[in-house]
């Protein structure tokens, strides 16, 4: 196989960028990996662009704590478990969890697009092969924080982006109510008007963005949504509050998903031991389709799920069709839609955007992961060649 030349790591902000809100989707960092024939490859990760930029440049240290475009160029890109165990073992230093991971998962990406590509094959059959027959995306609701709205503003918000969901095509959404000052009663009673307003034809699940402090406090209001036929309930208390996570999975009625911080299958298995049913990995930070294939076949013979997070660009929705095409124990996948978002970056930085009719999508075409750049978005919004705090 061709041999890597070029690991490039282009940083990309949007004037979107509002630190009052909480959007991820208004900037990324693009990894490229180019091999002897100019053949490409395409990856992000969801962590600090600039950030992750440094430490996929920084220079060589010693043996655990090594440049990784260093360790890349000249390799064959085929080998993909391998250079990531490589990768992984090049940066146990300052690596392991958080940062390095997620710009490790960039890295994986890329090779596997590139890998897709160098093959004429989508990645899925790089994953093992096709295990569906259509993909089931769930379209995440998000109406943004409050922002001096009333809870009633922003449940209207919320319905108006469900009818839109539903318009697409979407048969399965997430709702994302973050509402910090309303009280339980009235979230729950917002919650439960919504799910009625839908249907029971179309899956709803509910994302609590990490709101009690108390797992008697989410159980009481799980339990009183118990009857509404809630998919899952992600996030109910703060992330790494993993004996109460343990405490609420045992008792809730709804089954409790969460981890979309987390990195590695080490991690993972944390999750997996608290009896968290739906293990939410964002390939763009756990350690890419390599690690998240490690970790669904971990959550597969405990009996448990994976339902991938993904809150990007077109990259990373790309990779989640990849990888749920090709894993039998992931119902569905978090896709961000461009239309209920107002992300230029997931909107414009990638193509084509397949579409979702009935509720489910084709399965992707390759090669590699089947999107194309587009570089006039790269240029405008690479924060590399110019300061960022002029944007
Ligand atoms: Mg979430």
């Given at each position: 196989m061709p041999l890597i030349v070029d690991v490039e790591v282009i940083p990309l902000m949007t004037p979107e960028i509002e630190a009052e809100d909480c959007d991820g989707s208004t900037d990324t960092v693009v990894v490229r990996v180019t091999d002897e024939n100019g053949v490409s490859g395409v990856g992000e990760s969801d962590a600090p662009p600039l950030a992750v930029k440094a430490y996929i440049e920084h220079p060589t240290l010693h043996v655990w704590s090594q440049n990784l475009r260093d360790v890349l160029i000249g390799r064959d890109p085929f080998e993909l478990a391998a250079l990531y165990d490589t990768l992984y073992e090049s940066t146990i230093y300052p690596g392991r969890r958080g940062l390095g991971i997620h710009a490790l998962s960039a890295i994986d990406i890329a090779l596997h697009d590139l890998v897709g590509k160098q093959l004429a094959r989508p990645v899925f059959q790089l994953l093992g092969g096709r295990r569906r027959d259509a993909l089931v995306p769930y379209a995440t609701i998000f109406p943004g924080l409050?922002?001096?709205?009333?809870l009633d503003e922003v449940v209207a918000d919320v319905g108006a982006k469900v009818d839109r969901a539903l318009e697409i095509g979407f048969r399965a959404v997430k709702i994302a109510l973050f509402y910090e000052g309303a009280p339980d009663a009235d979230l729950v009673e917002a919650l439960a008007r919504t799910r009625e307003r839908v249907g029971e034809r179309v899956t709803v699940a509910v994302d609590f963005g990490f709101r009690w402090r108390e797992w008697r406090d989410a159980l009481r209001a799980l339990e009183r949504l118990a009857d509404y036929d809630i998919a899952f309930a992600e996030a109910?208390?703060?992330?790494?509050?993993l004996e109460g996570h343990a405490e609420l999975a045992a008792r809730s009625p709804i089954r409790i998903g969460g981890g979309e911080f987390s990195a590695t299958r080490f991690e993972f298995r944390e999750w997996l031991d608290a009896g968290i049913d739906v293990l939410e990995p964002d390939i763009s930070r756990c350690g890419g389709l390599t690690e998240i294939r490690r970790i669904a076949d971990e959550a597969a013979v405990r009996s448990r799920t994976v339902v991938p997070h993904g809150w990007k660009t077109g990259i990373t929705a790309a990779a989640q069709r990849h990888f749920h095409a090709a894993t039998p124990n992931c119902p569905m996948f978090e896709l961000l839609a461009p239309e209920l978002g107002r992300s230029t970056l997931r909107a414009r930085l990638t193509y084509p955007e397949p579409a979702v009719r009935d509720g489910v999508m084709e399965l992707p075409e390759g090669p590699g992961l089947g999107i194309e750049l587009d570089e006039e978005v790269v240029e405008r919004y690479r924060v590399d060649r110019r300061e960022a705090a002029s944007l």
């Amino acid at each position: 196989m061709p041999l890597i030349v070029d690991v490039e790591v282009i940083p990309l902000m949007t004037p979107e960028i509002e630190a009052e809100d909480c959007d991820g989707s208004t900037d990324t960092v693009v990894v490229r990996v180019t091999d002897e024939n100019g053949v490409s490859g395409v990856g992000e990760s969801d962590a600090p662009p600039l950030a992750v930029k440094a430490y996929i440049e920084h220079p060589t240290l010693h043996v655990w704590s090594q440049n990784l475009r260093d360790v890349l160029i000249g390799r064959d890109p085929f080998e993909l478990a391998a250079l990531y165990d490589t990768l992984y073992e090049s940066t146990i230093y300052p690596g392991r969890r958080g940062l390095g991971i997620h710009a490790l998962s960039a890295i994986d990406i890329a090779l596997h697009d590139l890998v897709g590509k160098q093959l004429a094959r989508p990645v899925f059959q790089l994953l093992g092969g096709r295990r569906r027959d259509a993909l089931v995306p769930y379209a995440t609701i998000f109406p943004g924080l409050p922002q001096g709205r009333s809870l009633d503003e922003v449940v209207a918000d919320v319905g108006a982006k469900v009818d839109r969901a539903l318009e697409i095509g979407f048969r399965a959404v997430k709702i994302a109510l973050f509402y910090e000052g309303a009280p339980d009663a009235d979230l729950v009673e917002a919650l439960a008007r919504t799910r009625e307003r839908v249907g029971e034809r179309v899956t709803v699940a509910v994302d609590f963005g990490f709101r009690w402090r108390e797992w008697r406090d989410a159980l009481r209001a799980l339990e009183r949504l118990a009857d509404y036929d809630i998919a899952f309930a992600e996030a109910p208390l703060a992330h790494d509050d993993l004996e109460g996570h343990a405490e609420l999975a045992a008792r809730s009625p709804i089954r409790i998903g969460g981890g979309e911080f987390s990195a590695t299958r080490f991690e993972f298995r944390e999750w997996l031991d608290a009896g968290i049913d739906v293990l939410e990995p964002d390939i763009s930070r756990c350690g890419g389709l390599t690690e998240i294939r490690r970790i669904a076949d971990e959550a597969a013979v405990r009996s448990r799920t994976v339902v991938p997070h993904g809150w990007k660009t077109g990259i990373t929705a790309a990779a989640q069709r990849h990888f749920h095409a090709a894993t039998p124990n992931c119902p569905m996948f978090e896709l961000l839609a461009p239309e209920l978002g107002r992300s230029t970056l997931r909107a414009r930085l990638t193509y084509p955007e397949p579409a979702v009719r009935d509720g489910v999508m084709e399965l992707p075409e390759g090669p590699g992961l089947g999107i194309e750049l587009d570089e006039e978005v790269v240029e405008r919004y690479r924060v590399d060649r110019r300061e960022a705090a002029s944007l």
